[in-house]
């Protein structure tokens, strides 16, 4: 079993639709969860760290799940500017940390 | 403030070349981490290190590959010889910590011919 996982999709929405993706772990020792963006043939930048109680920030919140061992990223009211591909990231501590293999999202007008 | 800098941008080179990536990252960040991407397998870890010395190697798909940081404001990763396998995006990251978000650069495309 992979160490993270992520529905690949694409996730294709319109414009104002709201979309949810997952990102399941297997270690539950993990310790910090984030979520990052990126656009296509660009780097990948941090979008939001996931925090225990959940945040938010503006259309985008982040929630953390340890019962089932998910991070979720929930995103309203999509904007065509949301289109790339969202990549979570788990660190387990000590030198132990993966990337998922990200989440292609498209918004369509 | 300045993020991570990469050098090339772009690179296409012949196969048996030996290729040099070079890397800055931020000033005070502990963790430079080396990165492959590919459309087939994602993004990869393929070193990283602390304090300027290599912790997890695992990555370095074959010792065609090497990494050094000689200082805490320089790394580079080094492909002798190149082979057309090797063609891929090459990032680099630092962070605070591991545990810290890690902050990459432009990347580096490679394209062996």
């Known amino acids: 079993r992979k160490e993270v996982e992520q529905d690949p999709g694409p996730f294709n929405v319109p414009e104002g639709a709201t979309v949810a993706f997952n990102c399941t772990y297997s270690n539950s020792a993990s310790q910090s969860f984030f979520w990052y963006r990126q656009d296509c043939r660009k780097e990948p930048k941090l979008l939001m760290s996931v925090y225990s109680s959940g945040n938010e920030d503006g259309r985008f919140t982040a929630q953390l799940n340890r019962a089932s061992q998910y991070i979720s990223l929930l995103i309203r009211d999509s904007k065509l500017s949301d289109s790339a591909t969202y990549l979570c990231v788990v660190n387990i501590g000590g030198n132990q940390f993966y990337f998922g293999t990200g989440t292609s999202l498209t918004v369509i007008p | 403030d300045a993020g991570v800098i990469q050098s090339p941008r772009h690179e296409v080179t012949e196969m048996g070349q030996e290729v040099t990536l070079r890397c800055k990252p931020i000033?005070?960040?502990?963790?430079l981490f080396w990165y492959r991407q590919t459309m087939m397998r994602g993004l990869e870890l393929l070193i990283y290190?602390?304090?300027?010395?290599?912790?997890?190697d695992s990555g370095m798909p074959e010792d065609r590959f090497s990494a050094k940081m000689p200082n805490a404001s320089f790394s580079n990763l080094k492909i002798q010889p190149s082979e057309p396998r090797d063609s891929a995006v090459y990032f680099c990251?630092?962070?605070?910590?591991?545990?810290?978000?890690?902050?990459f650069g432009d990347g580096t495309r490679l394209s062996i011919l």
């Open positions: 000033s005070g960040h502990d963790y």
């Open positions: 990251a630092s962070s605070l910590g591991l545990n810290q978000p890690q902050h």
């Open positions: 290190f602390n304090n300027n010395v290599p912790i997890d």
